[in-house]
Structure formats: structure tokens, C-alpha cells
């Protein structure tokens, strides 16, 4: 009885022990990415350094940026910068015309304007975002954030997608939007890269589908930088 007594005893420290190096691992993993400070700066509202728990559960909600146009947040198995640049900061060809694009406004300020395709033949959507503010060597998706409503059709082409990184290499590629589901967002694949000394700078990407096809029921959310590892 008395050795029973003595292994589970025995049993009870190891478990509080690996709780509790579980609970220190937890402590040293949870701190925001160095260089947050300088991204979070512009801010419209009030970054929590109150506490270290308060700051990081903040930064992995998200903080938006740019008037509305960016979010950035942390990804919280990561610990590495995410952003997504959203329908406003793109340039999407005549995106300012109501017959071609309608803007589905969000008037509570909590998620972005969306756009959604009327109808259109030629569909362009570019834009560009600057790597310095990613996390340093570190494997990243380009993905662009959409879904379709119910009225979406014409999508029998794939539309081409073109992305140039810092370094002048370029990432080509189809992708067809058929599969896209009604009311549910989806992330479609533009390319991936590594973050490195070689790819500093300002990434451009472009998609494009300017068949006779008339396409509608594109909803745009943005085009997200996501950390593969």
C-alpha cells in the first residue's frame, strides 16, 4: 500500500510539474512580434499595454488599419504578423461604377466593405503591399478572400493570376472560381515566398479574366499575407 501510496504521489508531482512547465512554455510563447509597435503606431483606437495578456489578445483579434482599408492581427500558434488588405485598398477596375460593382457597406464598423460584381466582362483587380512589415524568414500564402452570392455565373474561364516579388520574380498562375460556394468565404491561392534580405521590398499582384464571358456574383474581401510556418 505504502509503494501505491508513493507512486501516485509520485504521479501527482510529475503532472503539476508538466503543468506547470506547460504554463511557463505558455508565458515565454505569449509575447507580440518585435516590430508590432511601429506597425500598430497609426492606430485608431488604443493598443492594450496594460498587461502583456491584454496586448497579445488584442493583437490576435486584429487591429485595423489605414482608415479601414488593412487589418493586421498575430497569428496565435505563430506568434508571426498577418495582414489583410482589404477591398478598399484595391484598385478593382470600375469599382466606382453601380452598374458594374456594388459596395456592400459595413455600418457597424466592425468588418470591411465588400465588393460585389454586378456584371462585367473584363475583371481586373491589382494591388501592392510592402514585405518590410512581415515576420523575417518566414514562408507566407498570398491568398485572396471571396466568395460568391447567388446570382454569381459566367465563371467558366479561369482567371489569371500574376504576382511580382521584390526580387523581379514573378509567380503565374490559373485558378478557377466555379468552386467558390455561395455566402461562404473562401481563400483562393495566388502564390507563396519567403521572407528573406532578397525579398525586402514591395510585392505587386494582379488578377485578371477578360474573356466575352459576362461574370457576376464576385464577392471581394481582400487579398490576405498569412504565415505558412
Known amino acids: 500500500m505504502e509503494a501505491e501510496a508513493e507512486i501516485q504521489e509520485e504521479d501527482k508531482e510529475m503532472g503539476s510539474q508538466k503543468k506547470h512547465e506547460q504554463a511557463v512554455e505558455a508565458r515565454v510563447t505569449r509575447r507580440p512580434p518585435h516590430n508590432y509597435v511601429a506597425i500598430v503606431k497609426d492606430s485608431?483606437?488604443?493598443?492594450?499595454?496594460?498587461?502583456?495578456?491584454?496586448?497579445?489578445?488584442?493583437?490576435?483579434?486584429?487591429?485595423?488599419?489605414?482608415?479601414?482599408?488593412?487589418?493586421?492581427?498575430?497569428?496565435?500558434?505563430?506568434?508571426?504578423?498577418?495582414?489583410?488588405?482589404?477591398?478598399?485598398?484595391?484598385?478593382?477596375?470600375?469599382?466606382?461604377?453601380?452598374?458594374?460593382?456594388?459596395?456592400?457597406i459595413d455600418e457597424s464598423g466592425v468588418d470591411a466593405d465588400e465588393a460585389e460584381l454586378r456584371s462585367m466582362r473584363s475583371l481586373e483587380i491589382s494591388g501592392k503591399f510592402r514585405t518590410i512589415v512581415l515576420s523575417p524568414k518566414t514562408r507566407y500564402n498570398i491568398l485572396l478572400v471571396a466568395s460568391m452570392n447567388e446570382s454569381s455565373q459566367g465563371w467558366d474561364v479561369p482567371v489569371n493570376i500574376n504576382v511580382t516579388l521584390p526580387d523581379k520574380s514573378n509567380l503565374e498562375r490559373t485558378e478557377s472560381l466555379q468552386h467558390i460556394p455561395q455566402r461562404e468565404r473562401t481563400n483562393i491561392f495566388m502564390g507563396e515566398f519567403m521572407t528573406s534580405s532578397e525579398n525586402i521590398g514591395e510585392i505587386t499582384f494582379h488578377i485578371s479574366e477578360c474573356s466575352n464571358n459576362w461574370k457576376q456574383g464576385l464577392v471581394v474581401k481582400g487579398v490576405a499575407f498569412q504565415p505558412m510556418d
Open 44 to 104: 485608431p483606437v488604443p493598443i492594450e499595454t496594460s498587461s502583456l495578456d491584454k496586448l497579445c489578445n488584442q493583437l490576435y483579434n486584429g487591429v485595423v488599419l489605414q482608415g479601414g482599408k488593412r487589418k493586421y492581427w498575430v497569428d496565435r500558434h505563430l506568434n508571426k504578423n498577418c495582414f489583410m488588405l482589404f477591398a478598399r485598398e484595391l484598385e478593382i477596375n470600375w469599382s466606382c461604377e453601380p452598374q458594374y460593382w456594388k459596395w456592400k
